[in-house]
Nanobody
Framework: QVQLVESGGGLVQPGGSLRLSCAGS????????MNWYRQAPGKERELVAT????????SYADSVKGRFTISRDNAKNTVYLQMNSLKVEDTAVYYC???????????WGQGTQVTVSS
């Protein structure tokens, strides 16, 4: 069955770094656009970063631009989110999403907690 499994979350001090991973299975990973979203307590889920199916194009929310980098390895069916210069306001549950717009297929992972605190 389709699965997206995030990992790499944890507790980090302000200014620190984390790398999140999201491993996909049960679908043709390389055909899907991949997103990272996050949801902080009491706030709506927001789009953080997007990468196209072949990895040739990326985009970022203004709040993370210059600090976060999305990448993917289609041979490993994995998308990554490298997060540098972390701020307290980056604290959230981070989710990956796979989308194949032509068919309307969308899959979500279960989320991984990132806490930025001193």
């Amino acid at each position: 069955q389709v699965q997206l499994v995030e990992s790499g979350g944890g507790l980090v001090q302000p200014g620190g770094s984390l790398r999140l991973s999201c491993a996909g299975s049960g679908f043709t990973f390389s055909s899907y656009v991949m997103n990272w979203y996050r949801q902080a307590p009491g706030k709506e889920r927001e789009l953080v970063a997007t990468i196209t199916s072949a990895g040739g194009s990326t985009s970022y929310a203004d709040s993370v631009k210059g600090r976060f980098t999305i990448s993917r390895d289609n041979a490993k069916n994995t998308v990554y989110l490298q997060m540098n210069s972390l701020k307290v306001e980056d604290t959230a549950v981070y989710y990956c999403k796979a989308i194949r717009m032509v068919f309307g297929y969308t899959y979500w992972g279960q989320g991984t907690q990132v806490t930025v605190s001193s």
